[in-house]
């Protein structure tokens, strides 16, 4: 049985929907949310028809960066965007691991030459269901359980 | 073209470049000449190493090049904590292309990215010899006069080891080629490395090949000497494993050995060895030319 829920409208921020279930939390994180003063509703556990149960975060006040919606795309690859203005959904998008990943994540390798100096990491997307990624530096492939964001 | 290119992994060439170092290598191999008159090569060893330095120094030598560098990063700025990415400023100033060997898998690439001078890399980590391959695949070209619709059996540690992943992708670009692997179940070639036969029985294999590529357990890249303990000597060819092996059959191996091939086998046909790492100068010669002066008078 599906349940309603409700959770605070917002006037203007963002609703990201569809996120897997408790990656809510690092959405958290990697958007730097719990250092934000303005409004965050998390859901988590929600009824959804595709994925059994899902999360969602809506935030008051921000809109995301190209860098932040690739980032996102990492611990959920099946979330949708709304941007809300004037409490009008503006724009609904789904987010897409791209194809090559800058920066953003640590290479799981130990022996990895960008654990050892300072080298910007750099990934190429090999699957995206499921996620999987390739250093461009070491060749190694690696699943989402290993990804590290950084 | 492969003037001013660097070589980092066996993936940078198509089939066709890697025939032309083959190609190139055959022509160079008796040859001595002035195509690296004036110019000099770094070779940066920050890993110990026998057959691949020294085959790159006789390379440069008998190219009529000079050299530059140092060996396990002794004597340099290296000892200082010098990181790689200020060696490689510094040497691609100096010199016409480095030769780098590297404990970190992906150091060869990320000095292919911050030099103005080509970069061969002479292994990186547990990642990629490319160098090597090429010296495999010329010993296999020259004992079976082709690579494609060769049954190729890979025998120790495939999961570590750099020789063996870069000859892998080598030999996907050669059609009809049958992989048949032979190792302990912890040291298995990674998946990703498309479609090959598992084998843990070395007598199993051993009448089905033409080439048997026999690899060291390398204690050094293993996670701790417990798992060394495990899975040393497993693997011990001798002369009397080969007595259904095909006429034509040829043994080869990056070397050093350590116990996987007892020396009875030296004096038998199969044995090719010590003339796949001879081969190794060819190889060299042909592409410090073709990197450096192809196109030169």
């Given at each position: 049985?599906?349940?309603?829920?409700?959770?605070?409208?917002?006037?203007?921020?963002?609703?990201?929907?569809?996120?897997?279930?408790?990656?809510?939390?690092?959405?958290?994180d990697?958007?730097?949310?719990?250092?934000?003063?303005?409004?965050?509703?998390?859901?988590?556990?929600?009824?959804?028809?595709?994925?059994?149960?899902?999360d969602?975060?809506?935030?008051?006040?921000?809109?995301?960066?190209?860098?932040?919606?690739?980032?996102?795309?990492?611990?959920a690859?099946?979330?949708?965007?709304?941007?809300?203005?004037?409490?009008?959904?503006?724009?609904?998008?789904?987010?897409r691991?791209?194809?090559?990943?800058?920066?953003?994540?640590?290479?799981?390798?130990?022996?990895?030459?960008?654990?050892?100096?300072y080298?910007?990491?750099?990934?190429?997307?090999?699957s995206?269901?499921?996620?999987?990624?390739?250093?461009?530096?070491?060749?190694?492939?690696?699943?989402?359980d290993?990804?590290?964001?950084? | 073209?492969?003037?001013?290119?660097?070589?980092?992994?066996?993936?940078?060439?198509?089939?066709?470049?890697?025939?032309?170092?083959?190609?190139?290598?055959?022509?160079?191999?008796?040859?001595?000449?002035?195509?690296?008159?004036?110019?000099?090569?770094?070779?940066?060893?920050?890993?110990?190493?026998t057959?691949?330095?020294?085959?790159?120094?006789?390379?440069?030598?008998?190219?009529?090049?000079?050299?530059?560098?140092?060996?396990?990063?002794?004597?340099?700025?290296?000892?200082?904590?010098?990181?790689?990415?200020?060696?490689?400023?510094?040497?691609?100033?100096?010199?016409?292309?480095?030769?780098?060997?590297?404990?970190?898998?992906?150091?060869?690439?990320?000095?292919?990215?911050?030099?103005?001078?080509?970069?061969?890399?002479?292994?990186?980590?547990?990642?990629?010899?490319?160098?090597?391959?090429?010296?495999?695949?010329?010993?296999?070209?020259?004992?079976?006069?082709?690579?494609?619709?060769?049954?190729?059996?890979?025998?120790?540690?495939?999961?570590?080891?750099?020789?063996?992943?870069?000859?892998?992708?080598?030999?996907?670009?050669?059609?009809?080629?049958?992989?048949?692997?032979?190792?302990?179940?912890?040291?298995?070639?990674?998946?990703?490395?498309?479609?090959?036969?598992?084998h843990?029985?070395?007598?199993?294999?051993?009448?089905?090949?033409?080439?048997?590529y026999?690899?060291?357990?390398?204690?050094?890249?293993?996670?701790?000497?417990?798992?060394?303990?495990?899975?040393?000597?497993?693997?011990?060819?001798?002369?009397?494993?080969?007595?259904?092996?095909?006429?034509?059959?040829?043994?080869?191996?990056?070397?050093?050995?350590?116990?996987?091939?007892?020396?009875?086998?030296?004096?038998t046909?199969?044995?090719?060895?010590?003339?796949?790492?001879?081969?190794?100068?060819?190889?060299?010669?042909?592409?410090?030319?073709l990197?450096?002066?192809?196109?030169?008078?």
């Amino acid at each position: 049985m599906m349940r309603e829920y409700k959770v605070y409208r917002i006037e203007n921020g963002t609703v990201i929907d569809h996120i897997p279930h408790w990656n809510s939390l690092k959405v958290l994180d990697l958007l730097g949310l719990r250092q934000c003063h303005d409004l965050v509703t998390l859901g988590i556990g929600l009824d959804s028809k595709d994925m059994g149960r899902k999360d969602l975060v809506k935030v008051e006040n921000r809109e995301l960066s190209e860098e932040e919606m690739d980032k996102l795309a990492l611990v959920a690859p099946q979330a949708t965007i709304n941007l809300i203005r004037n409490s009008e959904r503006t724009s609904k998008h789904k987010v897409r691991v791209p194809d090559h990943i800058r920066g953003l994540v640590r290479c799981p390798n130990s022996g990895c030459i960008t654990r050892h100096e300072y080298v910007p990491t750099r990934f190429d997307t090999i699957s995206r269901d499921p996620l999987e990624l390739r250093c461009y530096y070491c060749n190694v492939q690696f699943r989402s359980d290993e990804l590290e964001l950084l | 073209m492969l003037k001013n290119r660097s070589l980092v992994s066996i993936r940078d060439l198509t089939r066709a470049e890697i025939e032309q170092v083959l190609d190139t290598a055959q022509k160079l191999e008796n040859h001595r000449g002035r195509h690296l008159e004036h110019r000099q090569v770094a070779l940066l060893f920050y890993e110990a190493s026998t057959r691949t330095r020294n085959s790159f120094l006789t390379a440069v030598h008998q190219l009529g090049g000079t050299e530059a560098g140092f060996s396990s990063g002794e004597g340099s700025s290296v000892a200082k904590g010098e990181s790689l990415h200020d060696t490689i400023k510094m040497f691609s100033a100096y010199c016409d292309a480095i030769v780098l060997r590297h404990p970190r898998d992906g150091a060869a690439r990320w000095a292919a990215d911050i030099s103005d001078v080509p970069i061969i890399n002479a292994g990186d980590g547990k990642n990629q010899h490319p160098t090597q391959t090429l010296l495999d695949l010329y010993a296999i070209r020259s004992t079976q006069g082709r690579i494609e619709n060769l049954s190729i059996g890979i025998m120790g540690d495939l999961k570590y080891g750099r020789t063996v992943h870069s000859l892998v992708d080598a030999l996907s670009l050669y059609p009809g080629v049958q992989l048949h692997c032979i190792s302990p179940e912890s040291l298995a070639l990674p998946q990703s490395y498309g479609p090959h036969q598992i084998h843990h029985r070395l007598e199993d294999v051993i009448p089905q090949v033409d080439i048997l590529y026999c690899t060291r357990i390398q204690r050094e890249r293993l996670p701790d000497e417990a798992e060394y303990e495990k899975v040393r000597g497993i693997y011990r060819l001798s002369a009397s494993h080969l007595h259904n092996a095909r006429t034509h059959m040829r043994i080869l191996h990056p070397l050093p050995r350590v116990d996987e091939i007892h020396p009875d086998v030296d004096a038998t046909p199969h044995a090719y060895y010590f003339q796949q790492a001879a081969g190794g100068v060819a190889v060299r010669k042909a592409l410090l030319y073709l990197l450096i002066a192809q196109g030169e008078a």
